[in-house]
């Protein structure tokens, strides 16, 4: 399969799956969207052949969100394309209002189709915190929400959270054929992992194009490891030790005398590449791209140490804040990301930004649900990062 350029520079995959969408029922199915991303929210009915549902979501001038269905849902299966933007509190909020606007509607079954799940980076207990995603879940559930359509978590445990089928779809079938196709002599690439988080999703690209391995590890690095949690605080100590127990089990016992031990201090060595980039093609993956300046720093070592070229890809492209600018005057030549989240004003800052559509991975994915299929074909041999 070709993939298509369009005159924004957008690859697309050909419509093919059009004679696939002409077995779908269309009498009991509505695809209604939020105003996160309306544009993927036509490209995936228009590939079904459906007709966008009516539904108008608005906010009042004390920014309370207004949801409006116009069509009448009574018995229907409803598909709910939101996905996450730089404004994710407002597109949860709509989410959580046309999921329950419908569940009172009466309608049969009720799918948030979410490419970009928000707050999945809060996944896991921070000291003082809680984890945001776990709340997100119970309260998608409650608002009605019967099923979730979503493409890859952050971590693939947060469907655990749901009390709901979860299905997270996989990108990397469209990047791994961008690189085949778009990128000049891949072969003699080399896939990078930006820090050892990474390093695993990384290692499953390089397996599959069967290209080496490099990851960048030291200073720079911001695992969420090294992120302060509860697990890093230490119980008070004592200065005396109980001296109660026989003294032949003391013999053979190991006593401290400040009580529990404090975790040691993380030391991390100098910046450096594990692998060899001398002369190659550095591809750099990674499942977000959000704030850059990491990827800016790598780039920048990588360039240092020999890369020819340098690419970064991603499946959500959030590019907040100055990420544009940053990425413009960088020594990264591409940025290859899908259009999961929006970013048109982005591309028009930075003109290395390309955008691979998966809107037909979406409308797959809902017509195997609608008509009760397999989900396996849509995830047999893409089995990635997980």
Do not use: W
């Amino acid at each position: 399969m070709l993939l298509q350029r369009n005159k924004l520079g957008s690859v697309r995959p050909p419509k093919r799956c059009r004679s696939d969408m002409d077995n779908i029922s269309t009498s009991d199915i509505v695809i209604i969207n939020g105003n996160s991303h309306p544009d993927l929210a036509n490209m995936v009915a228009e590939r079904m052949g459906l007709k966008n549902g009516g539904c108008s979501v608005f906010h009042k001038s004390n920014r309370e969100t207004i949801v409006e269905i116009s069509d009448s849902v009574r018995g229907k299966d409803i598909y709910i394309i939101q996905t996450g933007t730089k404004d994710a509190n407002n597109n949860i909020m709509e989410l959580l209002i046309m999921a329950y606007a419908c569940k009172t509607s009466s309608a049969r079954s009720i799918v948030g189709v979410i490419p970009y799940l928000p707050y999945s980076k809060q996944c896991k207990m921070r000291k003082r915190g809680c984890i945001v995603s776990k709340l997100l879940a119970k309260m998608m559930c409650t608002s009605g929400l019967t099923h979730i359509i979503t493409m890859d978590l952050h971590q693939k445990e947060i469907q655990g959270f749901f009390d709901i089928p979860v299905d997270n779809l996989r990108a990397s079938p469209f990047l791994l054929q961008y690189i085949q196709e778009s990128i000049p002599d891949y072969r003699n690439s080399v896939i990078v992992a930006r820090n050892p988080g990474v390093a695993k999703k990384a290692n499953s690209y390089a397996e599959r194009l069967r290209l080496g391995l490099a990851v960048i590890h030291g200073e720079q690095k911001e695992a969420e490891s090294d992120e302060v949690d509860g697990r890093y605080s230490p119980p008070p100590t004592r200065n005396s030790t109980p001296q109660h127990a026989p003294s032949s089990s003391r013999q053979r016992t190991t006593s401290v005398s400040v009580g529990v031990p404090e975790h040691p201090v993380k030391v991390k060595p100098p910046l450096t590449i594990v692998g060899d980039v001398n002369g190659r093609i550095a591809i750099m993956v990674d499942d977000l791209i959000d704030d850059v300046q990491s990827f800016v720093a790598a780039a920048e070592m990588l360039k240092d140490n020999g890369a020819c070229r340098i690419y970064v890809l991603a499946t959500h492209g959030l590019l907040s804040s100055d990420a544009p600018r940053l990425l413009e005057e960088s020594v990264i030549d591409e940025i290859v990301v899908t259009n999961t989240i929006p970013h048109e004003i982005q591309k028009l800052q930075c003109n290395k930004i390309k955008t691979i559509d998966i809107s037909i991975l979406i409308a797959e994915a809902i017509r195997r649900i609608h008509n009760k299929e397999s989900m396996s074909y849509l995830f047999r041999n893409v089995t990635l990062e997980d």
